[in-house]
C-alpha cells in the first residue's frame, strides 16, 4: 500500500540507446563496423534506439501505475536520458504535469 503523504526516490537508467545495441550481449565492440557506427558521436548526443522510444513509455505507463505523481525529476541532460524523460512524461496528462 502506497501512503498519499509518504516521499519516493525512484531511481532509474536511461532506455536502450545506440551505443547499448552496439555493444549488445558483449560489453565491447563486437566489430570495426559496429564502433565506427559511433564514432565521432559525442556520449552525451547518443540517442534512443527505436526499441528505446517504445520502452520508455511503457517505464512511464509503470510508474504511473505504481506511484503518485511525480513531484519532481530530474536527469543528466544527456540526449538519451532527456528521451527517456519525455517517453516517461507522455504517461501523464497535460494536468498531472503542471
Known amino acids: 500500500m502506497i501512503k498519499e503523504n509518504a516521499g519516493y526516490l525512484i531511481l532509474g537508467r536511461h532506455a ?17 563496423k559496429e ?12 540517442p534512443l534506439t527505436s526499441l528505446g522510444k ?3 513509455p511503457q ?5 504511473h501505475e505504481r506511484f503518485p505523481v511525480p513531484t519532481q525529476i530530474t536527469h543528466s541532460g544527456y540526449r538519451r536520458t ?15 504535469r503542471k
Open 16 to 32: 536502450e540507446s545506440e551505443r547499448n545495441d552496439t555493444k549488445r550481449n558483449h560489453g565491447f565492440f563486437v566489430s570495426r
Open 35 to 46: 564502433r565506427d557506427r559511433l564514432k565521432g558521436v559525442p556520449d552525451h548526443l547518443i
Open 54 to 56: 517504445v520502452q520508455s
Open 59 to 63: 517505464m512511464g505507463d509503470r510508474l
Open 82 to 96: 532527456v528521451e527517456t524523460t519525455y517517453g516517461i512524461l507522455t504517461a501523464y496528462s497535460s494536468e498531472e
